[in-house]
C-alpha cells in the first residue's frame, strides 16, 4: 500500500533552522516561544558571518573596497525592508536597535517637539509595555494627557469606545498591529482613517504582524510603523521605524553623534540627510545585513503563504485546546479555519501557575512562556496576575501542537492529582 502525506510548509521549512533540531532534557526541542522571539534560518547566520568574514568594516567613511562593500550591503538591506513593507522610499526606514528604540525615537523627537498641556494620546490597553511607557514619559514632560481604549465582552479592541475617545484634542493614536497577549489582529486600517480625520498622527507597533503577514504601510496609511529584526528571523540588535517622510523630515533628531551630521562647528550642527538624521554613530552592520537576509528568506517563502499555514495551525491549536477543561484562553476566538488571530494563545487552568505549567513542560523539552509578557496592564484587566502562551511561528507543525497538548494535559492532570 502506498499513500503519500503532503509536506507542510513547517516540514520542509524545518531543514533551515539548526537549532531546532536538538533535544532538550532528552525530548525533541518544541519551541512554542517565537513570540518573543523567533529562531534564525541557516540563510541569516551565513550572511552574518559573511559580512564578518569577508566585509567587516565601518560604513559610510572609507574610499576603500571593504567599507565600500559594507555600505552597500547595509543599504541594500535598507531597500529590501523598505520593499517588504512596501514603504515608498527607502529614505522611510530608519534603523534603530529595537522596536522599543524606534518608540522612543518617536516618542522624544515628534512627541517632545509637537505635544501640548491637555492634548491628548490614545493608547489601549492591549499594549506592550514598549508602547505605554515611553509616552508616560513623554507626558509627564509635555503634561499631554493618555486615554485608553479597552476591550469588548469578546476581548478585542473596542472600536465604538475609540472612536468616542477621538477628539480635535487627539494628537497621536499608538496602537499595536497584533497583541502579543491576546493573539487579536487590530484593524489598523480603519483605525488609522479615523484618527486622520480628527487630524492625529498614527504609530502602529508591528512586532507582531511585519514577521507573520503581510503588511503594506501605504494601504494602511500609518505615520509611523514599528518592528524588530529579532522576531522576524534577524538578529538581535536590529528593528526599524518606518515614518512617511515629510513627517520624518520635519522631526528633529532623537540622538547625536557622527554618521547623523551634515557639518560640525563648535557652537552649532547642520544635519544629514533622511534616513542618516536618525542614524547617529557606528550602526549594527551586521545585524542590518541579517535584516535584509531575513527579509529574502520570508519572501522566499511568501508572506500570503506564511500567514495561510499559521491560520492552518491557529485553527489546528484551538481544536486541540478545546479539548481540555477548565482552560481559560485570552481573547477573542479565531474562526474555525483559524482567521482572525495570531498563531499564539495565552492561557491559564485555574489553581495552576503559569510558570509551574511553562517549567514542568520545559522537562518535556517544549518551551512556552509565562508571565506578564509585557502586558501588566492587559493581564490586571483580565483578573490574572500572569498567564502561559505558545506563540507558534511557520516552522512548527501539527506534530508538535500534538504533543505539546499531551504534555500539557499530563501537566493538568499531576497538579490536579496533587491537589487530592
Ligand atoms: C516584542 C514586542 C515589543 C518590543 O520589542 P523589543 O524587540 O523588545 O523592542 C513591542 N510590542 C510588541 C507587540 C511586541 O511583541
Redesign the pocket.
Known amino acids: 500500500m502506498t499513500f503519500t502525506q503532503e509536506k507542510t510548509l513547517g516540514d520542509s521549512v524545518r531543514e533551515d533552522f539548526p537549532i531546532l533540531h536538538q533535544k532538550v532534557n532528552d525530548r525533541p526541542l518544541i519551541y512554542f516561544d517565537s ?3 523567533s529562531q534564525k534560518p541557516q540563510a541569516v547566520l551565513d550572511a552574518l558571518q559573511h559580512y564578518y568574514r569577508r566585509d567587516n568594516a565601518n560604513v559610510h567613511r572609507g574610499a576603500h573596497t571593504l567599507s565600500g562593500r559594507a555600505t552597500d550591503a547595509y543599504e541594500g538591506a535598507r531597500d529590501k525592508v523598505a520593499q517588504f513593507i512596501n514603504a515608498a522610499s527607502r529614505d522611510e526606514i530608519i534603523y534603530t ?7 522612543n525615537l518617536v516618542a522624544y523627537s515628534w512627541g517632545l517637539a509637537n505635544l501640548e498641556p491637555g492634548d491628548e494620546i490614545i493608547l489601549s490597553v492591549m ?5 505605554i511607557v515611553p509616552w508616560q514619559l513623554i507626558a509627564q514632560k509635555t503634561g499631554a494627557v493618555i486615554k485608553y481604549v479597552g476591550l469588548t465582552p469578546t476581548e478585542e479592541f473596542d472600536f465604538a469606545q475609540y472612536k468616542s475617545l477621538l477628539s480635535d484634542k487627539t494628537k497621536l493614536v499608538s496602537l ?5 497577549t491576546l493573539g487579536v489582529i487590530n484593524p489598523v486600517t480603519e483605525i488609522t482613517a479615523e484618527a486622520h480625520k480628527h487630524g492625529a498622527k498614527v504609530l502602529i ?1 508591528a ?2 504582524s511585519v514577521p507573520h503577514l503581510p503588511v503594506d504601510v501605504q494601504a494602511m496609511d500609518c505615520d509611523w510603523l ?1 518592528a ?4 522576524m528571523c534577524a538578529t ?1 540588535g536590529i ?1 526599524f521605524l518606518y515614518g512617511k517622510k515629510e513627517i520624518l523630515l520635519a522631526m528633529p533628531p532623537f540622538m547625536g553623534g557622527g554618521e547623523m551630521i551634515d557639518e560640525v562647528f563648535l557652537d552649532h550642527s547642520t544635519y544629514g540627510d533622511l534616513p542618516h538624521k536618525f542614524e547617529a554613530g557606528t550602526p549594527a552592520i551586521g545585524e542590518a545585513i541579517a535584516l535584509g537576509a531575513a527579509v529574502d528568506y520570508l519572501n522566499s517563502i511568501g508572506m500570503d503563504k506564511i500567514h495561510a499555514y499559521e491560520e492552518e495551525l491557529t485553527s489546528y491549536l484551538f481544536k486541540q485546546l478545546a479539548t481540555i477543561s477548565n482552560l481559560r484562553i485570552y481573547g477573542k476566538q479565531p474562526t474555525p479555519e483559524g482567521k482572525g488571530r495570531a498563531a499564539l494563545a495565552a492561557f491559564n487552568i485555574p489553581g495552576i501557575h503559569a510558570s509551574d505549567l511553562a517549567t514542568l513542560l520545559d522537562q518535556e523539552g517544549i518551551a512556552i512562556r509565562s508571565g506578564h ?2 502586558t501588566q496592564p492587559l493581564h490586571r484587566i483580565l483578573n490574572a496576575s500572569g498567564s502561559a502562551r505558545a506563540s507558534l511561528y511557520f516552522y512548527n507543525t501539527r506534530e508538535e501542537i500534538d504533543a505539546f497538548i499531551i504534555a500539557l494535559k499530563d501537566t493538568i492532570d499531576f497538579f490536579q492529582n496533587m491537589d487530592e
Open positions: 513570540a518573543a522571539s536597535r529595537n522596536a522599543s528604540e524606534a518608540i499594549e506592550h509595555h514598549s508602547n499595536v498591529h497584533v497583541s502579543n507597533d512586532c507582531q514599528v524588530s529584526g529579532h522576531k538581535t528593528g509578557h509585557c
